[in-house]
C-alpha cells in the first residue's frame, strides 16, 4: 500500500532534487506521484488556513483566549508548511503539526463551545488520512474519535453522544476507504506507467532514476555499480520466420531467464524491441561480466519455446566518477555495438575494452538456427 507518509516522500524528493516549482513538470511517475502529493498537502494547508484564521480572532472576542492560541498556532503552522513547501520544496516538521493541533483544537473547541466547535472535527478527522501514513492515520483517528466520544458524553445528551460518536467514526470509516483506494490506484497507475506490459521488466521512465541513484552512491559513498547492456541477436528472423507471438513469447521467456539469475536488488529492464539492461548494484565490473557471461550461456544454452536458438550480445560498465547517466549509458551502448560488430555472442567491457567469448555448446557463433 502507498501510503501518504511526507516525511518518507520528502527524502525522495531531495534526492530527486526537485522544488515545489516543477511540480507540474513532472518527467517520470514516480515524480508525478510526488508532485500529487505535495500539492494535496499544499491545498489542506491553504485552505485550513483561510477557513480557520477568522476564528483567532472570533474565539479571542469570545474571551477564549486559549483556544485562539492553539487557532493562531495551527495558522503559524500552515503558513509555514506553505512557505517551505514553495521555497524550499520540503515540508516543515514533516506535516506532523496539522493533524496534532486540528485534534487538539477540535476536542478543546468542542468542549468550551459545544456544537458549533464539534462541526469541526469533521473535516479534521478527513484531513488526517491525507496528511498521515495509513496505519497512523488509523490510530490517530482512533484516538480522536475516542476523545470526542468523551467531551461528548460530558457535554451532550446521550442521544448526541451516540449519534457524534457514529457519525464521526463513519465519517472516518469512509475517509479511510477512500485514502485506501487512492493509494492502491496510484500505486497500480505507477507499476503499470514504469513497467513494461509484455514482460513486466521496468521500462525507460525508471532508467534516469535508477541510474542517477548508482551515481550518487559511487559519488558519495564511493560504492560501485555496474550496468549490463544485452541484446538477442538476429531477433528480427524470428520474427520472420515465426511470427510475432513467437517473438513475444521469446521475450517473456527471454526476461525470465534473466530474472532468475539476478539478485533482489538487481533492476531489470527493457530498453527497446530486444534490449535489455541490467543495473548491479554494489557489483564491479569484473563479477558483472562473469554474470554476463552466464546470462548469455543461458540463452544460447537452451532452445526458445523448446526449438528456437538464440544467442545475445552485451557489454559491461562500471561506472565511473564523474560520469551522467547518459554518458554510462552510452559507454556501454558503444561496447554493445562492438560486441555486434565483432560476431556477436561475446561481452565486452566498456571500461578496458576486452573480449572474451561465451563458450557455444557447438564451438561455433551461432546465428539463429531453428533446431
Ligand atoms: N515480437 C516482437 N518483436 C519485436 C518487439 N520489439 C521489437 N521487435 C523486433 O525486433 C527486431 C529487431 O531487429 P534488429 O534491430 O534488426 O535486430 P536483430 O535482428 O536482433 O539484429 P542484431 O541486433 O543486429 O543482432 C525487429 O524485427 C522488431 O520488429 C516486440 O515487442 N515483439
Known amino acids: 500500500m502507498l501510503s ?14 526537485i522544488t515545489a516549482s516543477d511540480s507540474s513538470l513532472a518527467t517520470t511517475p514516480t515524480l508525478a506521484v510526488l508532485g500529487f502529493k505535495r500539492q494535496l498537502v499544499y491545498h489542506l494547508h491553504f485552505w485550513a488556513f483561510v477557513a480557520v484564521a477568522p476564528l483567532v480572532l472570533v474565539q479571542w472576542k469570545q474571551d477564549h483566549f486559549l483556544l485562539s492560541g492553539l487557532l493562531l498556532l495551527f495558522c503559524l503552522n500552515a503558513l509555514l508548511v506553505i512557505a517551505f513547501l514553495r521555497l524550499k520544496g520540503t515540508y516543515f516538521l514533516k506535516g506532523r503539526l496539522f493533524p496534532l493541533l486540528a485534534v487538539v483544537c477540535a476536542a478543546y473547541s468542542t468542549s468550551i463551545n459545544g456544537h458549533s466547535g464539534l462541526y469541526w472535527a469533521y473535516p479534521a478527522a478527513t484531513a488526517l488520512f491525507f496528511l498521515l501514513p495509513l496505519r497512523e492515520a488509523i490510530v490517530s483517528n482512533a484516538i480522536f474519535v475516542a476523545i470526542m466520544a468523551v467531551v461528548s458524553f460530558v457535554k451532550f445528551p446521550e442521544a448526541d453522544f451516540w449519534r457524534i460518536t457514529f457519525s464521526l467514526g463513519l465519517t472516518c470509516l469512509f475517509a479511510m476507504i477512500f ?3 487512492v493509494g492502491k490506484l496510484q500505486q497500480e497507475l505507477t507499476r503499470l506507467a514504469t513497467t513494461d506490459p509484455l514482460t513486466g521488466c521496468l521500462n525507460r521512465s525508471q532508467l534516469s532514476d535508477v541510474l542517477n541513484s548508482q551515481i550518487q552512491m559511487r ?23 515465426w511470427g510475432h507471438l513467437a517473438g513475444d513469447k521469446v521475450l517473456k521467456e527471454m526476461a525470465l531467464r534473466l530474472r532468475k539469475r539476478l539478485r533482489e536488488n538487481d533492476k531489470l529492464f527493457r530498453i527497446g524491441g530486444e534490449e535489455f539492461m541490467i543495473v548491479l548494484p554494489e557489483t564491479g565490473e569484473r563479477d558483472a561480466n562473469t554474470l554476463a557471461h552466464h546470462l548469455l550461456a543461458g540463452i544460447s544454452g537452451k532452445p526458445f519455446l523448446d526449438n528456437i536458438k538464440l544467442s545475445a550480445s552485451a557489454s559491461v560498465a562500471e561506472v565511473s566518477r564523474g560520469e551522467t547517466w547518459s554518458v554510462w549509458l552510452n559507454r556501454a551502448d558503444q561496447a554493445l555495438y562492438d560486441a555486434k560488430s565483432r560476431g556477436r555472442n561475446q561481452v565486452i567491457n566498456a571500461g578496458r575494452p576486452e573480449t572474451t567469448r561465451t563458450p557455444e555448446p557447438d564451438g561455433g557463433i551461432p546465428d539463429p538456427m531453428i533446431s
Not at 501518504?4 to 532534487?17: A, P, R
Not at 555499480?225 to 544485452?230: D, E, G, M, T
Not at 541484446?231 to 520472420?240: C, R
Request: charged share 30%; aromatic share 12%.
Open 219 to 241: 559519488e558519495r559513498y564511493d560504492r560501485i555499480s555496474s550496468l549490463i547492456l544485452l541484446d538477442l541477436d538476429y531477433f528480427k528472423t524470428i520474427n520472420d520466420q
Open 4 to 17: 501518504w507518509n511526507v516525511s518518507q516522500n520528502h527524502h525522495q524528493e531531495k534526492d530527486l532534487n
Open 179 to 181: 485514502a485506501w483506494l
